[in-house]
């Protein structure tokens, strides 16, 4: 029977300097010559995540923590927000003088000219500062936002109940669909796929991949995970800059015991 391996980016596919480990390169390529399905769960959109794809031979990703889901190239499903909604929370996030960006699949822009939030958050993803558009929620589907906020959470969480707030920076929310998660969108992708949840595996470190990590036949934390992310694992491995993806497929016995990198 068929396997499938999803693994997030940032903590997970990528070390804390956002490089590609070539241990973690070397051990995806080995998954896929064994016949194993590889592919992308993340909270990025798919335009960040293109290089990366290209490097690892994948053609499958759940991107904006579920709201955009492709197989082999095929669009499966989008779930675009409300854009009532996200103007609602605008309003909000101006009064209290925080910054917002907005993504489709192509590309970021935000409402804030020179936010130090915006700068230093996207900063941490390599990213340079984005396109200034208040206007481009209003002007494309948008499949997740993000407000840049370390405080006023519970007011923005009790205020907007129709969507999700996940924090995956000190300085910034994501902010997705009500129950929208990477968990749903690997659930359409086995469907199509056709195989059942047991022999899906998954890989994270952050708080976006909680669901995932519970929902899957066996969800893998990484060494450097959350803490409380490690308690819905059904196992960890090392820390992302300890071999952790290699020694985590060892583990799981989709990769052999004797598998070794070549430097």
Known sequence: MSK?????????????EKNLPSSTKQAIH????????????????????????EQLNMQSYV????????FEDELLSETPLNQDILKEIECTAVEHGHAMAYMNDQTLKT???DSERVR???????????????EFYKKSNIYQALLFTKENEAEYLSAFQE???????????DIVPKGGSKAKGIHQMIERLGFKMEDVYAFGDGLNDIEMLQEVGMGIAMGNA???VKK????????????????????????????????
Do not use: C
């Open 30 to 53: 080995t998954l896929q010559q064994n016949g194993v399905y590889t592919a992308i769960a993340t909270g990025r959109a798919p335009f960040m995540v293109t290089p990366l794809l």
């Open 232 to 263: 819905h694992a059904d196992f960890v491995t090392t820390h992302v800059n300890e071999h952790g993806i290699v020694n985590g497929l060892k583990e799981v016995g989709l990769l052999d015991s004797s598998f070794q990198t070549i430097r």
């Open 4 to 16: 499938i391996v999803f693994f997030d980016i940032d903590g997970t596919l990528l070390d804390e």
């Open 120 to 134: 230093k958050a996207l900063g941490s993803l390599k990213m340079t500062y984005p396109e200034v558009d208040p």
């Open 163 to 173: 969507v999700d707030f996940i924090r995956w920076h000190e300085l910034s929310l």
């Open 63 to 70: 991107s904006f923590n579920g709201q955009y889901v492709v």
């Open 111 to 113: 409402n804030a000219k």
């Open 226 to 228: 959350h803490e409380s």
